[in-house]
């Protein structure tokens, strides 16, 4: 296939995992309240989480302002609520770079005031393959049925299960779920990363929204990207069609989304107050057709967000449906802001000079120069009636990066993308250079500098605040008689004498070796996560308010028990043992992850009762197998000790008699394909030269299908250019679509929305004649 038309191309917005610096935080031991029950609006009447970890950031930073004008402004806003970013499997139970969910959720407990309503605002951020058309925030899974099945298990199910504890019933939690994701398989098909990784962030995103939807004091909101990205009119009704079709692929259908956020970990503003009309003309030339705008009539988020909501209740989608604006970075305050409507004749000065997003091109996302801090959130504010807007919300926290200035080395799966090189002519912009800010760190490392160009150019401007005290610059003094008990196998219990300080100790940071493990606001903590019979280092250092740290205390050497002689217990069963893609010679297996009071060390793999391959993840291909033969398999989990678990349910598999894959397996009842009735209605909706064609195919047949085909010709010599919701093929005048894994089953009498966009040369006669299957389909 070609690339896309022109007109459909815009940069994604590459949002970011927060990277959580360990904060010392006072829990206040708070019984679970009832489940309320599910809102309209979970913003209204409630407050919303603080995160200890950006506030204590923005202390610092206030402290190493500028100017105490500045700190001031810095202050003002340390107490605004940001939300959690889940950016990875290890950010559930915490890790190197800040502290697990659990630890967010109970201080959201912990903040909740009486019978007031708190809303927890957490980012679902893992999907395989993440990130398919920008580097700087991609992720740990490949877009494989084993990255998937980790995805399910090790990410999704235990994110579930925490904020399914009733004791955190009483919190409303919002959920982003997945930015950038859906809005790529709308614009960036054309790209190979993104084809290969679009299934799975349709399933991906359709199993996140059932495991949180079935939680009734979670609230989902789907990404969908900016008006920057998706705001032409093509651009956006293929987003609400295919937003509409992954909500009815859930188990609840348009009930598992309860809204939409936009501007997630962009900078586009709320509004563009110069240029009211997108249809305004200067010089007999539309504004909304120069190169800034290309054809775009959303110019900010408040028009996009109506322009979006009224496509989506077309959909299907209720229109109590929400909206969220992320507003975080998009004020455009500062000196640059322009005050006054340009006197230019020429409508590319006249947009250029009345704008207030400063940056050059639309498309540019990463640590845009000039961005300032938006509106301060807030629900359901007033004048944007046709946005049904629930909130302002600030789901990117501020001084948090997009992605490195360069190449830097990490662990996380974060590449490096040029579009966050300030040096780097984008052919991405028009050839301009990106805009973005020098010497950025990793995506979500703490970035002061730009947090304190969003403070100066913020908009509205951060009035308020008090002017810093005199700054302390002494630190504590060092923890002493640091002592360790008697260690387990995988966990030791540390405790130390208090330190002192002028002002006052807030907390102590643990480090193993030279990393630090965690923190705590009393004199002892327990390290967890170690490696049986093992030696460790472990020393403390003590903070206080001005985030002065102290020297190091004693260190104390720490030998882990040895895991067999304290662990007997095996490993629970591996379950949901799968067969994915079979050739004649090979199968690809998957499992749900075991269980185990230790930790599991991996699984073995046995064909029959052979053992023919171990495996540290939750898949396994097996190999060298005979063509036609049928073979059963099961797996067994073990642990450091060697404990063995039972064996897991026996998957049956007939490999094929040639070397072509099979299709991965439907857990479905078998049903006959039908060949009997179907119904086609074929919409087209074109300009230029391009045009975008929708289709609903209906099985009018009495029986279910479990595969579908689609046939049609054009007669004008048009050419698809990319697809959804199908497999596309052209020869010559004939079109194939065929289904994808996610939508073969068709029920009788059930529909399939798909579509795609294509080109013409001037003449675009809709195709009359359809087939389903071999059969010839009615058209409407």
Known sequence: MSTIPQRLRAAATAATAAALVVVPLTLVSTSADAVESHVDNPYAGATQYVNATWSDNVVAAAGRATSSTLAAKMLAIKGQPTAVWMDRISAIAGNADGLGLKHHLDAAVAQKQGTTPIVFNVVIYDLPGRDCYALASNGELPATDAGLARYEAEYIDPIAALLADPAYASIRIAATIEPDSLPNLVTNLSETACQQSAPYYRAGVKYALDKLHAIPNVYNYLDAAHSGWLGWDSNAGLAATLFANVAKSTSAGFASVDGFVTDTANTTPLVEPLLPGSSLSIGGTPIRSTSFYEWNSDFDEARFTAHLHSLLVAAGFPSTTGMLI?????????????????????????????????????????????????????????????????????????????????AVANDQGKGFDRMCDPTFVSPKLANHLTGASPNAPLAGAWFESQFAELVTNAYPAITGGTTPPPTDTTAPTAPTALTAAAPTATSVALAWTASTDAVGVTGYDIYRGTTLVGSSTTTSYTASGLTAATTYSFTVKAKDAANNISNASNAVSVTTATASTTDTTPPTAPTGLTAGSVTATSVALAWTASTDAVGVTGYDIYRGTTLVGSSTTTSYTASGLTAATTYSFTVKAKDAANNISNASNAVSVTTTSTSTPTPTPTPTATTTSGTGGCAVKYTANSWNTGFTGSIKVTNSSGSALTSWNLKFSFANGQVVTQGWSAKWSQSGAAVTAANEVWNGALAAGGSVDIGFNGSHTGTNTNPTGFTLNGTTCTVS
């Open 326 to 406: 992320d507003t975080s970075r998009n004020g455009w305050g500062g000196a640059a802001r322009p005050t006054a409507v340009s006197t230019s004749t020429s409508a590319t000065t006249y947009v250029d000079e009345s704008r207030v997003d400063r940056r050059n091109h639309r498309g540019a996302w990463c640590n845009p120069l000039g961005a300032g801090i938006g509106e301060r959130p807030q629900a359901a504010p007033n004048g944007y009636a046709s946005s049904y807007l629930d909130a302002f919300v600030w789901i990117k926290p501020p001084g948090e990066s997009d992605g490195s200035s360069v």
